[in-house]
């Protein structure tokens, strides 16, 4: 079947609108140098996203109205670069893959938006903190959309980038306190880590295809693949000699996924990315910007099927981060650091599926993980702004009374992310942990299949202490912030919460196994899978029913039982925790301090690049060679010339430079009679 | 006729004996003669080799000489005047000023 995509000029309005807000609110500021009205800020920041909302459902209706053999919408907006035979297009793409991102992103974007309009409403900072906020949450969907739409690796790049900036600046919004600062370097510099392997990766593409047309379109990559995949590239012995190239291509771009979405080795800066405002941790670090790596992995799925290697990589990464970040979330006591770790872990998850060639799993549980995801971190903003800034949930509990409606909401979300039927988090997780338990052409994959239950368990348990020492047991609150009240917040802070909480429940229903829609009597009723199934290859399940509900029940019961033991620990007998810390110290220690990642990386990057830089670079080759030796020291050089030697041929004595000009002329003319 | 060679033999000489005179004289006067005479020994040469080749070209050179050399000689006397009058000397050794 030829594939063809139809054009359009729809496309660009969608990432155009939240240029235009941030546009609008960064010139402004920047030459007016005095904050809009607060009603203008918000009706334009939150405008241009609902508007390009609505643009995209437009041309999801388009794209379904397109007949069967095309697969999806483009808008060439002008050639970007045209560099001989590297042409670059600034062009859009929307395909069943795009638009579930693009709605995702917009709809969660949105609703974070209008949550932004009371979480800063008591930002009233000299230097129009308030609208500049705005501008970088506009310009961050700006990024994110050209990285979902764009139709090449080049503007997919642009997009990757992009967020990257946005999320430094967003992190460090509060620069005032040099912390803040730090982490917003922390995360643009592992990041620069990742899009390092990830430019190596579009490089390597390039280069590979440069006999047949160097093209980073992924329509005429993926035509022009079975070129390269038979050839091979040398690699240093200890990593076996030889690599396919498309191999290698996926390792380097799974690199940059790695950076991006936040997986081992490079997870260490979402954490600390925490240091934003609330919205920004539910926006970027949960919703959005973390998923980017997941979506490149399903763009290029096309390679990643030819290149089983990194796919293996890309599933054992997935698990075992997800393991690992969900093991540290057990003993955080900030109720932001445990849904950073858990987001972590969740990204974990959708490597995996992505790893075991299930794209479609991995695109569903971005886009539950979204839902219930950033309903957690808004309701956790709630928690926060409830008790004014104060984030330990060893000064919490008991919230329960207090705050019933964000009590409600969140314990939704608790639910979903723990995979409690009929929640979304339960369908979606079952997808990618049968995707794991099917993958036979991945090493290993029942133990990855065991680590997604061990996960589960370890999530639900995890989540659940989180739920129970904010908003059960007695109050630890601090009694100045008794004093100042605790409130429930304000309806634009409260109202997205409720949209969010119904799609946490509702949507696991988009791609509900055909195992439950045979027993409900629904026939294709995995229709997002359907949906998808035109852009990425889906897992074919070669499976019994039966087989599927005994995976589903066990993956279920692992959740129940991290959830009873929370409720055993934390609300029935709430003295043990302080015992068990006390008899597994080391251990507690290991985990409370984050397996002394974050030191190690210290110790083995960190001081030694700046004792590098001190050392050698600064004062041995700048202050040293440079300045020492090239600048000063070639001043020193001909001074001392001219000081010791040269001075002397200005003798003072006028015959003395009469012989000289004669002996050169004599000299000049011998030389020219003797040639 | 006189042959070219004793024309040139003769240009020669005298261009020796001026630059030995300039090279080694410390008058600033007999100095400037002896380029003088430096410059008439390349005239020679010139209106020699005009009339040995028919050519009018060697001619047209010496006047120009001969205009330059005037212009040099009401220049560097100019200077030398000057010296005499700020020094009391026209011996060249004594003007070392610009040196290291």
Redesign the interface.
């Known amino acids: 079947m030829v594939e063809t995509v139809a054009p359009t000029d729809l496309l660009r309005w969608i990432p155009l609108l939240p240029l235009f807000g941030a546009l609008v609110h960064g010139v402004l500021l920047a030459l007016v140098r005095r904050a809009l009205p607060r009603g203008l800020v918000i009706a334009l920041s939150v405008g241009a996203p609902a508007l390009a909302f609505v643009v995209t459902l437009l041309g999801f209706f388009q794209l379904r109205a397109l007949p069967g053999s095309s697969v999806g919408l483009v808008d060439e907006v002008y050639t970007w670069i045209g560099a001989g035979r590297v042409v670059a297009e600034m062009s859009f793409l929307l395909d069943p893959l795009s638009v579930v991102m693009c709605l995702v992103v917009l709809g969660v974007g949105t609703l974070i938006h209008v949550y932004s309009i009371g979480y800063m409403d008591d930002d009233h900072r000299e230097d129009g903190g308030f609208q500049r906020f705005f501008c970088y949450l506009n310009l961050f969907l700006c990024a994110m959309l050209m990285l979902v739409l764009g139709d090449n690796l080049l503007v997919l790049f642009l997009g990757w980038e992009g967020v990257g900036l946005c999320s430094y600046l967003l992190i460090g919004f509060w620069y005032g306190d040099r912390w803040n600062a730090y982490c917003g370097l922390k995360a643009f510099v592992v990041n620069r880590i990742g899009d390092f392997g990830f430019l190596i990766g579009i490089f390597l593409l390039l280069w590979a295809l440069a006999d047949v047309g160097a093209t980073l379109n992924f329509r005429e990559l993926e035509a022009a693949l079975p070129r390269i995949v038979e050839r091979s590239v040398a690699v240093p012995g200890w990593l076996g000699g030889s690599w396919r190239l498309t191999t290698l291509i996926g390792v380097c771009l799974f690199v940059g996924a790695m950076g991006k979405s936040a997986q081992i080795p490079l997870y260490v800066w979402l954490p600390d990315a925490m240091a934003g405002p609330t919205p920004v941790s539910a926006l970027i670090h949960a919703a959005t910007m973390v998923t980017a790596g997941v979506y490149m992995v399903c763009r290029m799925s096309f390679l990643y099927e030819a290149a089983p290697g990194a796919s293996a990589l890309i599933a054992w990464t997935g698990a075992i981060t997800a393991l690992f970040a969900a093991t540290i979330a057990i003993t955080q006591t900030d109720i932001k650091k445990v849904l950073a770790y858990s987001t972590v872990s969740q990204l974990g998850y959708m490597f995996l599926a992505a790893g075991c060639g299930a794209y479609s799993a991995a695109i569903f549980h971005v886009g539950t993980h979204a839902f219930f995801k950033a309903l957690l971190f808004l309701g956790a903003g709630a928690v926060i702004l409830a008790l004014h800034h104060e984030q330990d949930t060893d000064r919490m509990g008991g919230l329960r009374r207090r705050l019933r409606r964000t009590h409600a909401v969140f314990l939704v979300g608790v639910l979903a992310i723990a995979g409690l039927p009929p929640f979304s988090g339960f369908f979606s997780k079952d997808e990618v942990l049968l995707s794991a338990w099917l993958a036979h052409d991945v090493p290993g994959h029942q133990w990855l299949w065991a680590i997604g239950v061990v996960t589960a368990a370890i999530t639900a348990f995890y989540m659940f202490r989180l739920h129970f020492r904010t908003f059960a047991g007695a109050s630890r609150v601090e009694p100045q912030v008794e004093h100042h009240g605790i409130h429930e917040p304000a309806a634009t802070v409260l109202w997205p919460l409720y949209v969010l909480a119904f799609f946490a429940i509702v949507g696991g229903f988009a791609g509900l196994p055909q195992a439950y829609g045979d027993l409900l009597g629904v026939p294709d009723s995995n229709s997002l899978s359907n949906f998808l199934r035109r852009v990425v290859r889906t897992q074919e399940h070669h499976v019994a029913h039966s087989t599927e509900f005994a995976l589903a029940g066990v993956a279920t019961l692992a959740a129940a039982l991290g959830a009873a033991g929370a409720w055993l620990l934390y609300v029935a007998r709430p003295e043990l925790p302080a015992r068990i810390r006390s008899g597994a110290g080391a251990l507690h220690r290991l985990l409370a301090n984050k397996y002394y990642v974050d030191e190690l990386y210290d110790a083995l990057f960190v001081r030694p690049l700046i004792a590098l830089s001190d050392h050698v670079l600064f004062r041995g080759i700048d202050a040293g060679l440079i300045d020492g030796v090239a600048v000063n020291g070639s001043a020193r050089f001909v001074r001392s010339l001219a000081d010791d030697a040269l001075k002397y041929l200005q003798g003072g004595l006028t015959q003395g430079y009469l012989i000289t000009m004669v002996a050169g002329t004599f000299a000049v003319l011998a030389w020219l009679l003797a040639a | 006729m006189i042959p070219l060679e004793h024309v040139i033999g003769l240009s020669a000489i005298l261009f020796l004996i001026g ?1 030995i005179g ?3 004289r410390r008058n600033l006067i007999v100095i400037l003669m002896s380029i003088e005479l430096m410059l008439n020994a390349a005239n020679l040469a010139f209106v020699g080799f005009a009339r040995a080749w028919g050519e009018q070209d060697g001619q047209l050179f010496v006047l120009m000489v001969i205009v330059v050399a005037a212009c040099e000689v009401a220049v560097g006397l100019g200077i030398l005047i000057a010296l005499f009058r700020n020094r009391e000397t026209v011996n ?2 004594d ?6």
Do not use: D, P
């Open positions: 630059t300039a090279l080694t060249v050794e003007m070392s000023l610009l040196k290291w």
